[in-house]
């Protein structure tokens, strides 16, 4: 049997696939987003999607909606948004903006899960921010969960990522059960002194991209994300596991149905002639001075790949790298490949969308690394699935909010202009109400 993980603040699902490679089946994924829910579905096709806010569920809920019933839970993972830090004098989980911290803790007892993995930014580990973290591990032990201490903050360059990108990882277990270990480092960051002498350098830049066709030299990219193409280069041990061109590159997973000759999420970005004339005068390894774009270098790692903020925030992406080759940002299947992602997994069609759900997510190496410890940790041996799985709909790559939210059934979320336009609503309705008050009280 294999074990049972359930994924919260789910996104693309970068956590999904690293704990499914580990050998987990991720029977449910909660995600507000309803794009992100529609990629998580096209990807994770015998997965339940729950499209609304942990806020929102139950543990009894969530079984239900997962046909969950009776099964014991094995692990639950995911990283709440943290933001409330600024009060003196209180609790950090007091503060409202982490809310969403405790709603974790509350279903990870109400699943009764065996374990649990919580990740967020290193930032979490810094100066005040510590408070929080006392705090996190008091909350679970109110709940019978012991945690792993100390906590770690872990770089996907240890573990065969292309990219140095740091996350703070808690892995607890029910009182009483083993605690997992944190996975040892198995790489170091190409590029960079070593870290662990002991080591080789993981894969860099060029292993991760250099074998994929420049999506420029395909017109139909300009209004799609897909090409069929047999211009794939020769590709390094990294880029062939991503291609799944390797017996064991589907690690304890299970097998999709796709086409390796399709080059997918490869939209092209135009940019203007100065803009490319700048892009190709930077440096390797060195910050564009006026777009302050990273260009990324060959034998080194890519920055940490960001999102940018969602509608409700006022929805700007953080800048692609420049590619180390190409006069142009990277494509989004290109950020995939720096974030381990492999090729079959797909992305919303659209850049914006893509790079967002990309930046969101934890690196699936990383993630495997982790899930390996706690599978371990719960004494199961991990086994390969004999079955194969079709890929979902493809019109759930193409989905924007509005059109993903009615296919969910929630609300679209507001967006900052959406906002500013209820508020100015509601301000004008008080100052009427008041007017009509006033006339009322002066006859």
């Known amino acids: 049997m294999r074990p049972i993980g359930i994924d919260l603040f789910a996104g693309a699902g970068g956590l999904s696939l690293g704990f499914e490679q580990a050998g987990f089946d991720v029977k449910a994924a909660v995600e507000i987003d309803p794009v992100h829910c529609a990629v998580h579905e096209f990807n994770f096709p015998e997965t339940a999607v729950i499209a609304a806010s942990v806020a929102e569920l139950t543990g009894d809920e969530v079984?239900?909606?997962?046909?969950?019933?009776?099964?014991?839970?094995?692990?639950?993972?995911?990283?709440?948004?943290?933001?409330?830090?600024?009060?003196?004098?209180?609790?950090?989980?007091?503060?409202?903006?982490?809310?969403?911290?405790?709603?974790?803790?509350?279903?990870?007892?109400?699943?009764?899960a065996k374990s649990f993995v919580f990740e967020n930014v290193k930032g979490l580990t810094v100066g005040k921010h510590k408070a929080f973290l006392n705090e996190l591990v008091e909350a679970f032990n109110r709940v019978g969960y012991e945690c792993r201490l100390p906590w770690k903050v872990l770089n996907a360059g240890h573990y065969g990522t292309p990219q140095s990108r740091e996350r703070f990882i808690l892995m607890g277990t029910k009182k009483g059960r083993e605690l997992p270990d944190y996975p040892a480092p198995t790489t170091n960051v190409s590029g960079r002194p070593k870290l662990f002498p002991e080591l080789n350098f993981g894969p860099s830049c060029m292993d991760a991209i250099g074998d994929l066709p420049d999506s420029d030299a395909f017109e139909t990219l300009s209004t799609g994300d897909a090409v069929k193409t047999s211009r794939f280069g020769t590709p390094s041990d990294y880029a062939a596991e991503l291609r799944c061109?390797?017996?064991?590159?589907?690690h304890f997973g299970y097998v999709r149905e796709w086409n390796p000759n399709v080059l997918t999420s490869s939209a092209r970005t135009e940019h203007t002639e100065i803009s490319k004339r700048r892009f190709r005068q930077t440096e390797e390894g060195a910050v564009e001075p006026i777009s302050r774009f990273f260009k990324l270098?060959?034998?080194?790692?890519?920055?940490?790949?960001?999102?940018?903020?969602?509608?409700?925030?006022?929805?700007?992406?953080?800048?692609?790298?420049?590619?180390?080759?190409?006069a142009r940002c990277i494509s989004v299947r290109e950020m995939a490949r720096l974030h381990g992602f492999p090729d079959w997994f797909r992305l919303n069609a659209t850049k914006w969308h893509g790079a967002r759900q990309i930046g969101n997510a934890v690196p699936p190496p990383l993630a495997r690394a982790i899930a390996s410890k706690m599978i371990e940790a719960l004494g199961v041996l991990p086994s390969r699935p004999d079955k194969t799985l079709s890929l979902g709909d493809p019109e759930l790559l193409t989905l924007n909010v509005s059109q993903a939210s009615t296919r969910f059934g929630i609300t679209p979320p507001l967006s900052r202009r959406d906002r500013k336009s209820g508020a100015k609503k509601r301000k004008q309705e008080d100052i009427e109400k008041e007017l009509s008050t006033m006339r009322v009280a002066n006859g």
Do not use: M
């Open 63 to 112: 079984r239900q909606r997962a046909g969950l019933e009776e099964k014991t839970i094995d692990c639950v993972f995911g990283g709440a948004p943290c933001q409330g830090f600024s009060l003196i004098g209180q609790r950090v989980l007091d503060d409202p903006r982490n809310k969403l911290v405790l709603d974790f803790v509350r279903l990870v007892h109400e699943l009764d």
């Open 245 to 250: 061109l390797k017996n064991d590159a589907w």
């Open 297 to 326: 270098p060959s034998d080194g790692v890519s920055n940490t790949l960001r999102a940018g903020t969602d509608g409700a925030r006022g929805a700007f992406t953080s800048p692609r790298p420049i590619h180390y080759r190409y």
